[in-house]
């Protein structure tokens, strides 16, 4: 499966693609939200391409266990100016981490190439035809309130992630630009984060791109007993 995302080639399946997460949030789970400082979420996000990232995602709202959600023009106002700024100059493609339609619109307007869905099209459906019209890469991922779950845990992800896929082809996003997330640290205890690690084969069924969101979440720590800056493995 071979996607073209903001002039390049990605051969789903071939390597593994590293995306670089640049956090515009004064309260980042892992300590290194940039704030408002635009030059140094530039910085860093130029830095982590240098490095080798082949993506880089935007955030404006931290998604810790606790963290204050912020309205659309907050969440606008610190990412628009990093996003046009690192879709000049970065030379790689630029996604956008919100699950808000306006801030999605307001990205992609900016220079964003993939939309990243952290409640998969279940609060702002319109994001899958916005992405559909300007040929974006969508990221779906599984969340949910709360860390119950009915039946078998990879099955439930599983059938809730074939759902996401379902509703962004169907609003025109070519399947081979829809990569599904099962949200590790979403909705989910350490144990079934870890469950999801081991298992995660069986999310080839859904025949997609998967991205996996692992640097420093406390599931990590929790193993390894290492505070935020350490976990990085």
């Not at 830095?47 to 963290?67: I, K």
Request: hydrophobic fraction near 45%.
């Amino acid at each position: 499966m071979i996607a073209e995302i903001a002039g390049r080639t990605f051969e789903w399946g071939s390597r593994t693609y590293v995306m670089g997460v640049v956090n515009v949030t004064p309260d980042s789970f892992s300590g290194d939200g940039l704030g408002a400082d635009v030059e140094a979420a530039a910085a860093q996000g130029l830095r982590m391409v240098d490095e080798g990232a082949d993506m880089l995602d935007v955030g404006g709202e931290s998604t810790r266990p606790g963290h204050v959600p912020v309205d659309a023009a907050e969440e606008i106002a610190r990412t628009e100016p990093v996003v046009r700024r690192l879709a000049h100059d970065a030379g790689v493609p630029v996604s956008i981490d919100t699950y808000k339609l306006e801030v999605a619109e307001v990205a992609q307007a900016a220079g964003a190439t993939i939309l990243n869905d952290v409640w998969a099209l279940t609060r702002a459906p319109g994001i899958a035809a916005l992405a559909a019209r300007h040929g974006c890469a969508l990221v779906v991922m599984h969340n949910q309130d709360g860390t119950d779950y009915a039946g078998d845990l990879m099955a439930e992800i599983t059938r809730f992630l074939h759902t996401a896929v379902d509703r962004a082809v169907a609003a025109g996003v070519p399947r081979e630009k829809v990569i599904v997330d099962p949200g590790i640290g979403f909705g989910k205890t350490a144990d079934q984060n870890w469950e999801v690690m081991r298992r995660l084969a069986e999310l080839r069924t859904l025949g997609q791109p998967i991205l996996i969101g692992t640097s420093r979440k406390s599931f990590i720590g929790k193993l390894l007993d290492l505070p935020v800056g350490q976990r990085l493995e």
